[in-house]
């Protein structure tokens, strides 16, 4: 089994954001000709590790772009956006600490934590603790996949 990157295009509203276009995931290229999601999003909803997707490869595109999910894994996905800078490796310790497994990004102004939460974690305790930070403006964050 082969590792593959996936296009997934986004939709950018009129202030900019999300402030990239496409964003590509890693996956691994499955028997059947699927991909499983091998990393965290920072943008794209309702996609999280270890979903499986449906994606065809364009002649004249080096990725493979995504067409649909075929398979819902366990995994949820969220992003945080860090207004209070001060805070990043705090956070970042909290949630490693708790088992979610985060990804550090920056897409220009924004710096972003993307965050992978087994089905091991209590998804409820990440929650309040995420609902704390962002009522006291350290952070935004974005639930892209918790169903």
Do not use: W
Not at 82 to 96: A, P, T
Not at 108 to 126: H, K, P, R
């Amino acid at each position: 089994m082969s590792t593959v990157k996936i296009d997934f295009e986004l939709d950018v509203d009129a202030d900019g954001f999300p402030p990239i276009a496409v964003e590509s995931l890693n996956g691994i290229l499955l028997d059947s000709g699927l991909i499983q999601i091998d990393n965290v999003p920072f943008f794209i909803e309702e996609i999280a590790v270890g979903d499986v997707v449906k994606c065809f490869k364009a002649p004249q595109r080096k990725n493979y772009q995504f067409e649909e999910v075929v398979y819902e894994g366990t995994h949820k996905s969220v992003a945080i956006l860090f207004v209070n800078n001060s805070e990043k490796e705090e956070i970042y310790q909290f949630l490693k600490s708790k088992g979610c497994y985060c990804e550090y990004g920056e897409f220009g102004e924004f710096n972003m934590l993307a965050v992978d939460i087994n089905d091991e974690v209590i998804y409820e305790d990440i929650e309040k603790y995420l609902a704390k930070l962002e009522s006291e403006g350290a952070i935004s964050y974005a639930e892209l996949c918790v169903g």
